[in-house]
């Protein structure tokens, strides 16, 4: 069975440091995963997602992953944060039927 | 294109009514799904379905009942709603095929009272 696992439901970062969000997770196949983004009373929008191509993603805002099987992690980064990185963060692992498995999420606080 | 739709946005509910959640999308993509959104919890799916005619349950389908008669439509019902069902509850599309990327609507907000 698949799960995720996201390491703190809060981080805070100053704007220009880097951020760091962490997921791991767990599949009994080699898995799909993403990161979403869900800004203020909005829905999710997709980041990036790792489908067993090339194991650095890039996405969108500067976002970018690295999937590391040894380590079944898949962290997000950004060099610099910026004000308008704070929302919510949620890791997901694939499942059969096209069905997406969900970290608990991490909310992103940017401080001036 | 209006991707996925939903409706109502806010609703509230009283101990024993029912309603519909209404979910479209206009994508033509075959899998759609239910997710719960609950505080500190994530996502957790309620029901999904693959095609026109076929449905499923996910993890917390207890409460609910979908069907899914079109490819653009998949309403969600609530009977005797409970104040354990108060979330805010997202429809999603997948294409299908090599995409993997699901399309979220906007959420509806329910309370239960």
């Known amino acids: 069975a698949q799960s995720v696992t996201q390491l703190g439901s809060h981080v805070s970062v100053s704007e220009g440091a880097l951020v760091l969000l962490r997921c791991n997770y767990s599949?009994?196949?080699?898995?799909?995963l993403f990161w979403y983004v869900q800004y203020p009373n909005q829905g999710l929008q997709l980041l990036l997602k790792?489908?067993?191509?090339?194991?650095l993603v890039k996405g969108i805002n500067g976002f970018e992953a690295e999937f590391k099987k040894s380590e079944t992690s898949f962290h997000l980064t950004k060099p610099s944060a910026h004000m308008s990185d704070a929302a919510e963060y949620f890791c997901?692992?694939?499942?059969?039927?096209?069905?997406?498995?969900f970290g608990q999420g991490t909310e992103l606080s940017v401080k001036p | 294109n209006a991707g996925v739709t939903q409706t109502p946005k806010f609703r509230i509910l009283k101990i024993g009514q029912s309603m519909t959640l209404q979910c479209a999308q206009d994508?033509?993509?075959?899998?759609m799904y239910w997710y719960r959104q609950d505080p500190g919890m994530g996502l957790k799916l309620i029901y999904y379905?693959?095609?026109?005619?076929?449905?499923d349950k996910g993890e917390v389908p207890n409460g609910y009942n979908v069907s899914r008669s079109t490819t653009e439509d998949f309403p969600l019902r609530l009977e005797l709603a409970a104040p354990s069902q108060t979330s805010v509850y997202f429809c999603?599309?997948?294409?299908?095929?090599?995409?993997?990327?699901?399309?979220f609507g906007p959420g509806t907000r329910l309370t239960v009272t």
């Open positions: 997901a692992v694939s499942a059969p039927g096209g069905k997406l498995i």
């Open positions: 599949s009994s196949v080699p898995p799909y």
């Open positions: 790792y489908t067993s191509a090339a194991t």
């Open positions: 994508m033509n993509h075959n899998y």
């Open positions: 379905s693959v095609g026109a005619g076929i449905t």
């Open positions: 999603a599309t997948l294409a299908g095929g090599s995409s993997y990327e699901q399309y």
